[in-house]
């Protein structure tokens, strides 16, 4: 069965940089969508950056101009480059995987990568 493992959070100061990447492994294909969603504790998970099945890409206005989503599809992976972190954006990440999103729901999600922002 497949998974996705995201990697590269960690603790980084205000006005830093973090990339965050998102491995899709074992039988997950046709990645048509691909997702960020982040986690406060108290704070209901948000959607902070995806791109659709049918080409959109969207972004929670609270990160519009600092985070940008991408991915290699030969790498099968998925990357989220936050820039000018903020106290704020400090979260648990976490990606979802989808051939058909926001049609269908997601097909796989990940465990979560903590990003903590210090000010």
């Known amino acids: 069965q497949g998974q996705l493992v995201e990697s590269g959070g960690g603790l980084v100061q205000a006005g830093g940089s973090l990339r965050l990447s998102c491995a899709a492994t074992?039988?997950?294909?046709?990645?048509?969508?691909m997702g960020w969603y982040r986690q406060a504790p108290g704070i209901r998970r948000e959607l902070v950056a995806a791109?659709?099945?049918?080409?959109?890409?969207d972004y929670a206005d609270s990160v519009k101009g600092r985070f940008t989503i991408s991915r290699d599809n030969a790498k099968n992976t998925g990357y989220l480059q936050m820039n000018s972190l903020k106290p704020e954006d400090t979260a648990r990440y976490y990606c979802a995987a989808g051939s058909a999103w926001p049609r269908r729901e997601w097909d796989a999600w990940g465990q979560g990568t903590q990003v903590t922002v210090s000010s």
């Open positions: 074992g039988n997950i294909f046709n990645i048509n969508a």
């Open positions: 791109f659709t099945a049918d080409g959109r890409t």
